[in-house]
């Protein structure tokens, strides 16, 4: 079976837009492959610099991904900054990687752009994303758009080391791009935390509703007939509505006593069906950060001893000996 690796940074309490654009899709795709996912705290590091809110996020994020279905027994859930294997080859990397690859990273460039003075953890980002991948012999990383580059950055750096070190030493991953559904926020453009306009994906019952209700919509009167494709309302309830449901909204929005509030109150509905039970689960997992630590450990060491299998063949092809 395939490989499938992938990371994410624990920079906020995941969101609908998380959940509808890249949990759900992750989760249905790591089925095709052995899976390995983990919380990539290290990066998140390159821009947060709150203890309290570096742990709090990394439970949410833990807890949020076994709420959503993620299977402990099948797929492997860790903590980056457990397995520091990561670092030994994140060094190798760096000395085969050009400093011109890494200064024409778009995030570095971007940032240099904006007149900011970004650290050197935003310099070397990805070399230790490659050191995440070529660590654990990942043959498939599914990824968005905007972490092409990065990945290109870590097939160009194993294709060096095999070159230089020896064929079949590392693993050249392949991107698979992930065709996230694009998923709007409260004001029509793309659900993100920085631009205020996301849904909480666990919020109690009630939050939930009241945002939902804040969903922005045309001013129609009730008894005006209104076209469901291309509102935020409508995009977000095929999200989680079956067809049927979506067709009947389309008509009930035709008839004269049927409105925006009716479609949100359906709307509300179809995410509460969803997200109710899930939320359970989350609430009890988050509340247990014992039981979180214990399965972060016990994903850790499931993957630690691939690691050093890795690092061990690293240290003897370039000349190093093997730590006993
Ligand atoms: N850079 C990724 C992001 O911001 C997170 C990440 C870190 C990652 N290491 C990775 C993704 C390795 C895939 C593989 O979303």
Redesign the pocket.
């Known amino acids: 079976m395939q490989r499938s690796?992938?990371?994410?940074?624990p920079s906020n309490a995941p969101h609908l837009g998380n959940y509808l654009g890249a949990i759900r899709p992750a989760l249905r795709l790591a089925q095709e492959y052995e899976s390995f996912l983990?919380i990539?705290d290290y990066?998140a590091l390159t821009t947060l610099r709150d203890r309290e809110a570096m742990r709090a996020y990394t439970y949410d994020v833990a807890a949020t991904w076994l709420a959503c279905g993620l299977d402990p027994a099948k797929i492997h859930l860790y903590r980056?900054s457990d397995v520091t294997e990561v670092f030994e080859l994140t060094w190798v990397l760096a000395c085969l990687i050009a400093t011109g690859q890494l200064e024409r990273g778009v995030s570095y460039k971007d940032a240099l752009a904006k007149g900011e003075a970004p650290n050197a953890g935003i310099f070397n980002?990805p070399v230790?994303?490659a050191a995440?991948?070529l660590l654990y012999d990942?043959d498939v990383?599914?990824?968005?758009r905007?972490?092409l580059q990065?990945?290109e950055v870590?097939r160009d750096v194993a294709a060096r080391v095999n070159h230089v070190f020896g064929e079949g030493l590392l693993v050249v991953p392949e991107a698979r791009i992930t065709e996230a559904p694009l998923v709007p926020g409260l004001d029509g453009q793309k659900m993100s935390k920085s631009k205020g306009n996301s849904i909480p994906l666990f919020a109690p019952q009630k939050t939930l509703r009241k945002t939902v209700m804040q969903i922005v919509t045309g001013s129609d009167p009730l008894e005006a007939a209104v076209e469901a494709r291309g509102s935020t309302v409508y995009e977000l309830y095929q999200l989680v509505a079956s067809e049927e449901q979506c067709r009947m909204m389309q008509e009930s929005l035709r008839r004269p006593d049927y409105g925006w509030g009716h479609a949100k109150q359906a709307l509300f509905e179809a995410l509460e069906a969803e997200l109710g039970p899930r939320r359970e689960v989350y609430d009890a997992l988050r509340g247990d950060e014992a039981k979180l630590e214990a399965l972060l450990a016990e994903g850790a060491a499931r993957v630690r001893p691939i690691a050093r299998a890795t690092i061990a063949r690293v240290r003897e092809a370039i000349g190093m000996r093997s730590r006993p």
């Open positions: 690796l992938t990371g994410i940074k983990f990539a990066h980056q980002y230790l994303m995440d991948i990942a990383v599914p990824v968005g905007d972490q990065h990945l870590a």
